[in-house]
């Protein structure tokens, strides 16, 4: 099962459980999460790549090829993006180790099944009276 599996199954848990107007009224300030996020990523991309151009102008200014200078700035940014790689294989090497059976989980499954059992047999305690 998939990371974003778990949360809609997470989420589709917590909205039986609770009221579904909380979903509702979190689901605008998670997408506001969401864009921010990208917003913050593309401005990161953009600091990073000034970084760059500024390592590159600066071994050019002091003295270095421009081939020179185009090899260490590209070995960096290689290098730079294959650390990063190794950080998101190991994200989603941890996402998919994470356990498929929460103990609180099943038993807040049991608890919101029979909450909801009872409350729609309610029509039908009420008749019993």
Same mark, same amino acid.
């Given at each position: 099962?998939?990371?974003?599996?778990k949360?809609?199954?997470?989420?589709?848990?917590?909205?039986?459980a609770?009221?579904?107007?909380?979903?509702r009224?979190?689901?605008?300030?998670?997408?506001?999460?969401?864009?921010? $996020?990208?917003? *913050?990523?593309? @401005?990161?991309?953009? !600091?990073? &790549?000034? #970084?760059?151009? =500024?390592?590159?102008?600066?071994? %050019?200014?002091?003295?270095?090829?421009?081939?020179?200078?185009?090899? $260490?700035?590209? *070995?960096?940014? @290689?290098?730079?993006? !294959?650390? &990063?790689? #190794?950080?998101? =294989?190991?994200?989603?090497?941890? %996402?998919?180790?994470?356990?498929?059976?929460?103990?609180?989980?099943?038993?807040?499954?049991?608890?919101?099944?029979a909450?909801?059992?009872?409350?729609?047999?309610?029509?039908?305690?009420?008749?019993?009276?």
């Amino acid at each position: 099962m998939s990371y974003v599996g778990k949360i809609i199954d997470l989420v589709a848990l917590s909205s039986t459980a609770a009221a579904p107007g909380i979903f509702r009224r979190l689901l605008p300030r998670l997408f506001v999460v969401v864009g921010l $996020t990208i917003v *913050a990523s593309l @401005l990161a991309a953009a !600091l990073t &790549l000034a #970084g760059f151009y =500024a390592i590159y102008a600066g071994l %050019i200014f002091y003295g270095m090829t421009m081939q020179g200078a185009f090899a $260490t700035t590209g *070995a960096l940014g @290689l290098l730079s993006l !294959l650390a &990063l790689i #190794g950080i998101i =294989a190991l994200r989603l090497r941890r %996402i998919r180790d994470f356990p498929r059976n929460i103990p609180f989980l099943s038993d807040v499954e049991g608890l919101a099944a029979a909450f909801m059992e009872g409350f729609m047999e309610r029509g039908e305690w009420k008749s019993k009276k």
